[in-house]
């Protein structure tokens, strides 16, 4: 969705923030990916094929070619592809991300006074923060509102996510996608509520703090404010209701095949097999179609679960480790390893 602030403020609350070291290229087999035969390779060749056609670099396009003429999808991936370790010393981390759907209306009125706003013209890097914005009523009378929704809390949590849908009152739904911002650093409320001791790490997620705002209006509004980011959204008309949001290469992002990645490290638009952990354990291989100002790092991950509640609740119960393998074109795999060339 070339979201700004990652799957939640969560990834960005409780990262250690440790120096990561140069790269480093492992190459391996396909029999080195557990549970690599078990995966469904078409579905992630469908989604490969929604991007691999606009990435120019180089030994990219006769792959491309090839795997819009029908091909076997395991086979072309284990003909053509190379598994390449990339690490930097980090640990993995995979986390969630989707797509929100929330309620508005074209026209304020009743419970819908919380403004989704355009970008300003002309507007100075950095700007106000978010409580300067809200208290001085600074964007008001612009004619900048796209829609008003119904929960100020919604309204934040559609600014970190980035993108989302507003389900208006006739059952017509608006998408809006990511605009622009006030050049402001994003800070984490969830870890906000940590540091005042309401919470343990543990405990948070984004159901907990939409509670705990709900219950206390006043000390809520004043937490949504320690976060100076603000940001402002454009419609996106040209996105069908039933496509995924659009990612960080303009396409639209397929639920549980798209990951966003660090794109300095891994190059959008290639395969990458993962491996996750934890309780719902994931072998998968996966598309890299879109980034987050929280996924920095050669392993780590943020994981498309798609729109709406149900899939907002799986994606907050993701933080995993385990490990990730980046897919690479044989002769681009070999170049990062020249050692191995006889």
Not at 104 to 133: C, F, K, V
Not at 205 to 226: F, K, Q
Not at 227 to 245: Q, W, Y
Request: net charge negative.
């Amino acid at each position: 969705m070339t979201r700004r602030f990652g799957s939640t403020f969560l990834a960005m609350a409780f990262c250690t923030g440790a120096a990561m070291a140069e790269p480093t290229y492992t190459l391996l087999n396909f029999a080195d990916l557990r549970g690599w035969p078990e995966d469904d390779h078409q579905k992630a060749l469908d989604a490969f094929l929604t991007t691999c056609g606009d990435i120019d670099r180089h030994g990219w396009p006769p792959l491309c070619d090839l795997a819009s003429q029908g091909q076997e999808a395991r086979a072309f991936f284990e003909t053509f592809f190379t598994p390449v370790l990339i690490e930097d010393g980090q640990e993995m981390l995979f986390t969630g991300y989707f797509e929100p759907e929330i309620h508005g209306a074209r026209r304020q009125g009743g419970p819908y006074q919380h403004p989704l706003y355009q970008m300003p013209n002309d507007l100075e890097s950095p700007w106000l923060t978010r409580r300067e914005i809200e208290e001085t009523r600074a964007l008001e009378g612009q004619g900048l509102e796209i829609a008003w929704i119904d929960d100020p809390v919604d309204v934040f949590f559609l600014q970190v996510q980035g993108s989302g849908r507003v389900r208006l009152e006739d059952g017509s739904v608006i998408r809006v996608g990511y605009a622009g911002a006030n050049g402001r650093d994003y800070s984490s409320i969830g870890s906000e509520l940590v540091r005042r001791g309401i919470y343990k790490p543990h405990q948070v997620s984004a159901d907990v703090i939409r509670s705990w705002v709900r219950r206390n209006p006043d000390d809520g509004r004043d937490l949504l404010w320690t976060n100076d980011s603000f940001v402002f959204f454009r419609e996106l008309d040209d996105v069908p209701a039933e496509k995924g949001p659009l990612g960080a290469m303009g396409r639209s992002v397929t639920p549980g095949r798209s990951i966003a990645v660090d794109p300095t490290i891994t190059m959008l638009g290639a395969p990458v097999w993962i491996e996750k952990d934890g309780a719902e354990a994931m072998n998968r291989l996966m598309i890299a179609q879109d980034t987050g100002s929280a996924i920095k790092g050669a392993q780590r991950a943020d994981i498309f679960f798609g729109t709406g509640d149900s899939a907002g609740r799986a994606a907050g119960r993701i933080r995993d480790g385990g490990r990730m393998v980046v897919l690479m074109p044989i002769q681009n795999a070999l170049a990062l390893v020249p050692e191995v060339v006889e």
